[in-house]
T-cell receptor, first 112, second 114 residues
Framework: RKEVEQDPGPFNVPEGATVAFNCTYSNSASQSFFWYRQDCRKEPKLLMSVYSSGNEDGRFTAQLNRASQYISLLIRDSKLSDSATYLCVVNILGNQGGKLIFGQGTELSVKP | DVKVTQSSRYLVKRTGEKVFLECVQDMDHENMFWYRQDPGLGLRLIYFSYDVKMKEKGDIPEGYSVSREKKERFSLILESASTNQTSMYLC????WGQGGETQYFGPGTRLLVL
């Protein structure tokens, strides 16, 4: 079983749609959680951290359920510029220089 | 802004060649990482380093070695390149922060081994 699992997609949605990505992780000792975004042929960049209480950044909402070992990302009012691959990332060590484990990524394509 | 640079964007090498991939970061970060990214497999950690002259094996270190002689520079070495090492190689750096860490990636090096 992979340590971090995501639906690879692709998710093809029209502009303005709401889309949700899910991610599960297997290591219950995981300390911190993130969503990264990777544009085609570019490097990954941090989109947002995920906190137990849930957090929102504009059109993006991230949720964490530690009991179910489940992370989600909700994008409201999708824009063409949201087209990218979204990587679910888990830090399995809580100490200096924690090692990040990346999911395969979920591809999103927003169409006009 | 954090800047992570990699020596080459594209590289073509022949089987058996020794290959050096260089990574430099300008934010005085202590931690540096080398990943490879392949379709369907995502990012996989090859080696990482928490300090100068320190290195730790990641998940797939076989066929690779690393060098960290200076804090800002982390080199990945393919001792004898093979065709299964054709991949996108990504370097990242980070510092410790509250709640975990953010890794900053370089633009990547696409390596083709013939």
């Amino acid at each position: 079983r992979k340590e971090v699992e995501q639906d690879p997609g692709p998710f093809n949605v029209p502009e303005g749609a709401t889309v949700a990505f899910n991610c599960t992780y297997s290591n219950s000792a995981s300390q911190s959680f993130f969503w990264y975004r990777q544009d085609c042929r570019k490097e990954p960049k941090l989109l947002m951290s995920v906190y137990s209480s849930g957090n929102e950044d504009g059109r993006f909402t991230a949720q964490l359920n530690r009991a179910s070992q489940y992370i989600s990302l909700l994008i409201r009012d999708s824009k063409l510029s949201d087209s990218a691959t979204y990587l679910c990332v888990v830090n399995i060590l809580g100490n200096q220089g924690g090692k990040l484990i990346f999911g395969q990524g979920t591809e999103l394509s927003v169409k006009p | 802004d954090v800047k992570v640079t990699q020596s080459s964007r594209y590289l073509v090498k022949r089987t058996g060649e020794k290959v050096f991939l260089e990574c430099v970061q300008d934010m005085d970060h202590e931690n540096m990482f080398w990943y490879r990214q392949d379709p369907g497999l995502g990012l996989r950690l090859i080696y990482f380093s928490y300090d100068v002259k320190m290195k730790e094996k990641g998940d797939i270190p076989e066929g690779y070695s690393v060098s960290r002689e200076k804090k800002e520079r982390f080199s990945l070495i393919l001792e004898s390149a093979s065709t299964n090492q054709t991949s996108m190689y990504l370097c990242a750096s980070s510092d410790w922060g509250q709640g975990g860490e953010t890794q900053y990636f370089g633009p990547g090096t696409r390596l083709l081994v013939l």
